[in-house]
């Protein structure tokens, strides 16, 4: 394949990724609102702890966990944003 | 739906996530290689600006555009090692 026909799939993929990445906001837009309800924090340092141990050892490659990792932490930040900004 | 709901409708959603981003980073690997044939450079700025272009067209929320692009800029960062790690 070309790097033109890599490209697009690519954009196909980030079709589907902007999508999940959606829906995934959408959960933790859900959870922020229970958590105001509930009093709890916004931050809880065992679920990120628990989400970043499920995502590594689903990691099948070729990123590195440690790779994986840093994409998931941007992603974990921005959700924690959205939470704040929602309640 | 409760908390622990959505938790586990999230760790879904991340199987789903991991799987699509690793299939995204096989394919900015095999572009890696191809550039790394025709002699080209890794950061192509043109093809990131396209990349967070279309990104934002096809966003439907809640996350706002810039929320997003954060995200995709961490995303665009780790793919890039990758690229230069594997030639």
């Not at 070309?2 to 079709?15: F, G, H, Y």
Request: proline share 5%; no cysteine.
């Amino acid at each position: 394949m070309e790097i033109e026909d890599w490209r697009r799939k690519i954009d196909e993929l980030d079709e589907q990724l902007v999508a999940l990445i959606s829906k995934r906001a959408e959960a933790a837009k859900a959870i922020g609102l229970a958590k105001r309800d509930k009093q709890l924090p916004v931050y809880e340092p065992k679920r990120e702890q628990d989400v970043f141990t499920h995502v590594k050892s689903i990691n099948p490659g070729p990123l590195d966990d440690l790779e994986l990792l840093h994409i998931y932490e941007r992603l974990m930040d921005v959700m924690r944003t959205l939470q704040r900004r929602d309640i």
